[in-house]
């Protein structure tokens, strides 16, 4: 049995670099969103909508080559390490086919943002920023399946230096496509789009080259020799990342929904809770790094064969998330005005502040569920039981926040759609948490084969980035 190392000390090693890279992403957000924003209020409720909506059809991708990290995980605490280049390789097949469908889906943006019901402004512009996005599939999925591979491995450095790399060749590409500096087109929300898109591929491209052009991988985990499909371990990885997929895929829809009727409200309600969400994401994103350090740990520790010790990692990551998420709702509660005024130009704070106050505290109360929920979430994917999650996250999804919102928004207006995603959440939060106190969770996401040699399981050795 491998000895994996779950001490606090190594809990911040795994989850801070996650917790930057996830900053970095929501910094991306963020930053895009402010640029936008001084284009006007249609502009930045174009982005928000077309932003939501696309998320959701990627959503479905970013859940089916997740499976990559706990396979790693567990390959490498049970000592298995050749097996790791074949459960990459079988990720990168995954993500080729998943590149090839999200550019097949262009056509169709304009008929689901009719949908909407949204202003015709507003539909054509979020269209526009759809379509784009989704002709950078390749770049988006080669990020994915190289992220969760270093993320498997509790390697999570590499990643993060990679995220503050695509924020700024981002948001510099985004400055001048948005505004048309330096001699090129000022394209607008049409550069929010391109210019993200293009650093997607740039920076997937470099990541996913660190692994396939390492000399270590190659050696370590038969990266060199682990190419072949294996229809095995394709089936298997399949069976857990198609729940993960399709309850990423439903739970986002249902968020569209909530999108589409708060659009319905007017332009002003659509473009507050944009700012609104691009504010939460800093916590959400830190609730979702944490989660990425259970998946790890509990897979390692799994993998190692000890129980006890997944349990004791995921109640350890959970104290370091109560003491942040606390640290953040201060901000929340505190400066409301001031974060509004981050994604607006000068003189249209004071229209949305109205809408923004209340929505900032159904947020702090959303944010404690949501942390428990997401670290639930990832001790469950570590073990590979992710088909519960995925009905308990479409049953609330699709039978109680949808409904709930359609009818709260037109009676209660803005805060009670807000306060519909609270129950959703908390609904949620209440189902895993049964589930995790029981033992029917744990599992095991390899083959009865002998493990290899191997160290105590702590830190990889190898650079951060050889090549």
Known sequence: MNAIDISYQRIVRVTAPVLVTQLSYTAMGAIDTMMVGRLGVLELGAVGLGNLLTWWFLSFFFGLLSGVSAFVAQAVGAGHRSRVGVVFWQGVYLAAASAVVIGLCWPVAPTVFGWTGAGEGLQRLATEYSQIRLLGGLGLCLLLVSDNFYRGLGRTNVPMLCAISQLVLNCGLNYLLIYGKAGLPAMGVRGAALGTSIAQLVIGGLLFATIVGSRYFRREYALGAGWRPDRAVLRSMSLVSLPIATQTFLEMGGISVFSAVVARLGEAQMAVTNAVIQAWSLAFMSALALSVGATTLVGQCLGAGDVPKARQATSRIMRLGLWLTAMISVLYLAAPEWLIRLFVREGEAEALLPFARPLFTVVV????????FNLLAGALRGAGDTTY????????AWLVFVPATLYATPRFGLVGAWWCLVIHVALMTLLL?????????????LDDSPAEPAAPVAEEPAPALEI
Do not use: P
């Open 433 to 445: 948490e049964i589930r995790y106190r029981g033992s029917r969770w744990v599992h095991s996401l």
């Open 389 to 396: 999650s995925m009905l308990v996250t479409i049953g609330s």
């Open 365 to 372: 109360i959303c944010l404690f569920f949501d942390l428990r």
